[in-house]
């Protein structure tokens, strides 16, 4: 028995080693490299959005007439706009470099949207009227809400849905979404990077964890640029600084430490 079990351990070796051996270091490496990147373009987004609330909210007048916002990329700003109830005029417009978390420039004079603001606004409502059907599997648990981030590229667009919450010591890995779509907003392609909703909460019986890890689905061996973005975002609320992505697909961890923007392959999460 003992020999049988040892042949099966070197077989399921040698088969990981066969599919993490489809990637050179360096194409691995590239993979790595480009995935953190557009982690970091998900964050730009996300934190000018979030950032852009928060202002919004400190300002009586300007929450009582912002209904909507938008945030896109401009050159090298990224900018978080309201509109109005009728959505025909923008009401407040805040421009973020470098994910900073303070506006390098604030607007509040009114004006008509401009020609990107009227496209991704477009693009939005018509993927969310699409996210009904049941095809896509689009669902919120309980405490959670998704977030909408879209991303031009070429004609068409990349629409992600990330998960938030406004609980405190929880990282909402998870239940989240890519859509393709061509200029029109009609929804070509779709992937979801995990199965279902993966909190981590960052308080255990035994105090604060310092770790956070989970695995992922055979189809998505690689780390994902929405949990790089979810990690970004809710890591600096706790005392966490790296958390990891075991591959079943490639038999490793892949571990990011959002200090250091950086992303290592390891055997060992810790």
Known sequence: MKQITAVLFIVMSLMISAQENKYSEKEFQQKLDSIKAEGNL??????????????MAANKKLHEIAQSYLTYKSNDTVKTVFLNKDQNLVVAEYSFKNSQRKPVRENMQHRKPNQTELNINKIRSTVISQLSDP??????????????????????????????????????????????????????????????????????????LTMATHSHLRTNPFISATDICTFKLYAPLTKLEEFSVYSPALGIYMKYNYKKDSIEKTKDPL
């Not at 998900?42 to 202002?55: F, P, V």
């Open 42 to 55: 998900l964050y730009s987004h996300e934190i000018a959005s979030w950032n852009s609330g928060d202002l």
């Open 135 to 208: 095809k896509y599997e689009v669902g919120v648990p309980e405490g959670y809400n998704l977030n909408i981030i879209i991303v031009p590229i070429n004609e068409n667009y990349k629409v992600y849905l990330i998960p938030g919450t406004s609980q405190s010591g929880v990282i909402p890995f998870g239940n989240d979404y890519l859509f393709i779509t061509d200029k029109e907003g009609k929804i070509t392609s779709n992937q979801r990077f995990h199965s279902r909703l993966i909190p981590a909460f960052t308080q255990g019986e035994n105090g604060t």
